[in-house]
């Protein structure tokens, strides 16, 4: 299975470059050839994620401990950067556990949602725009497999390219080129702390007795043990490493802002509001997550101790805020595209939330969060790709608009995911809100109460927009005869309602398959760490 893992880079990455080159001649076959393409790849990557659900790791320490491994020999090389004396080695290492396991599931099922609705609603250069989403799907699965920092970061970036290019020539003529632009110059700004601090984490696990490594697992194995020893002589220094402290700080800075964390958020409602609302259901859903998943997979696992620290408070307050300031101007739009770009940012605040809160129940719950919202934004943004091709950009944005007696479909599925996102039980939101706010509570009472008023205010702009959008006295005139769902729109966005609600009802489906990882995560110790793996087993 260990092979798969670059198949799953590879095949995406050829079949984009392909599609984007020479797809015109395939013709109108185009997108049943990047569907089917997109399908298999899902397939393959159920497998995977099956096969490590089903494997516990070699690994014996360290709180980073892949499952699945492709690492050969023969792909390797000393990097021209020297520590100490001793070369910095780098050798290829593809790897799955299960948190980067669940982050490639979500990848494929958003790819291909995307890559069915635009065959109906990209009306232009339809190959070129599936060639770039595949090619953006390659370049995430390569963020999600990395197991090294050298990988990591190359993949980190180039994911840049192919969604820069979707929101310069799909998005709003007048505003997407400034949009391609800020959402540049804000993701190489949040790339330099984020290089500065990954080779911090080289130079810090380095010593003159060995070479220094760039394999997460085995800085994570060193780096625990370090912090261990600290903490057995002196716990004070354990909380306030300094040696860790401006690492720490500069990784968070960096994938604060691939996050829009705030107040680093505006370049993601501009970006939301300029680029095809199919490209930005890519971006919301998997895009967005990229800097959450860098902190969940560098900064948590490599950094236990110092996480005790001023570090963890600043974030955990910037989620609270996040959560009811993104609230908040959501109740005020108007705009879908808007309303939607403001709730996004709440909802990652409950993520960082879970995530700072440092317990088993809250990293859960953050990483389900993740995957419960890539869901479900990416089936409201489909929705809304669909409303606009039926109405324009400009008359989809007026209020009070009577939508559910002209499309009845439209409108049911708008409202499923729209009560999902706001956590109605028995869907996919509400077990992860309830989780993260759970893990919350145990680290501060007063921010678990500010983020619990983020739910009211999200049910608040929720069903206010229900009520004009569908159920408005003032129908919108435009081009009624078309039908309501094409039978495309409706293959994209049944598995993600299939999704809402199996993980609604049977939430340890997916919990089962990272549980091992996040515990990993949550504890502070090699010996504690492994004591509490060997008693899942």
Known sequence: MQNVLP???LLPLLAGLFLSVWGEKLGSTVGHFAVALLLTITALTVLVAWQTGATDSLLTSGTIRPRIVFSPEWFSLDLPLRVRTHPVHWQLALGTDGISSLMILLTTIISS???????????????VYLGLVMMTQAMLMGVFLAMDILTFYIFFEAVLLPVILMIYLWGDRKTGPAAARRFLMFTLAGSIPMV????????????????????????????????????????????????????????????????????????????????????????AAVVGKLGVYGIIRLVLPLMPMTMASTAQLLFAIAGSIAIVYGALIALAQTDPRRLFAYSSISHLGFITIGLMSYTEIGLQGAILQMFNHGIIVAGVFLLI????????????????????????????????????????????SFV???????????????????SATGILFGAWYS??????????????????????????EKAALLPLVTLCIVIGVLPMLAIDLFNKDALLIALPT???????VASLK
């Open 7 to 9: 198949l799953l880079i």
């Open 113 to 127: 949602c995307v890559g069915i609705a635009a065959t109906r609603q990209v009306t232009t250069r339809l190959n």
């Open 196 to 283: 500065v601090g990954l080779i911090g984490l080289i130079l810090y696990s380095a010593s003159p007795e060995r070479d220094s490594t760039v394999l997460l697992p085995e800085l994570s194995t060193i780096i625990a043990t370090m912090d261990s020893q600290v903490a057995s002589s002196a716990p004070a220094d354990a909380v306030s490493s300094q040696s860790l402290q401006w690492v720490l700080y500069t990784l968070l800075l960096g994938f604060g802002i691939k996050m829009a964390i705030v107040p680093l958020h505006s370049w993601l409602p501009t970006t939301y509001l300029a680029a095809h609302p199919n490209t930005t259901a890519l971006i």
């Open 385 to 428: 790709a669909a409303l606009e091709l039926r109405y324009g950009r400009e008359q989809v944005s007026e209020v009070y608009q009577g939508l559910a007696s002209q499309y009845p479909m439209i409108s049911s599925f708008f409202i499923f995911f729209l009560l999902a996102g706001v956590g109605l039980p028995g869907l996919n």
């Open 432 to 450: 992860g809100e309830f989780m993260t706010l759970s893990g919350l509570m145990s680290y501060s009472m007063p921010l678990t109460i500010v």
């Open 463 to 488: 069903l206010h927009f229900i009520q004009q959008m569908f159920f408005g006295t003032k129908p919108i005139v435009g081009r009624t005869a078309q039908e309501d769902l094409h039978w495309s």
């Open 526 to 532: 090699v010996d504690t760490v492994t004591s509490q």
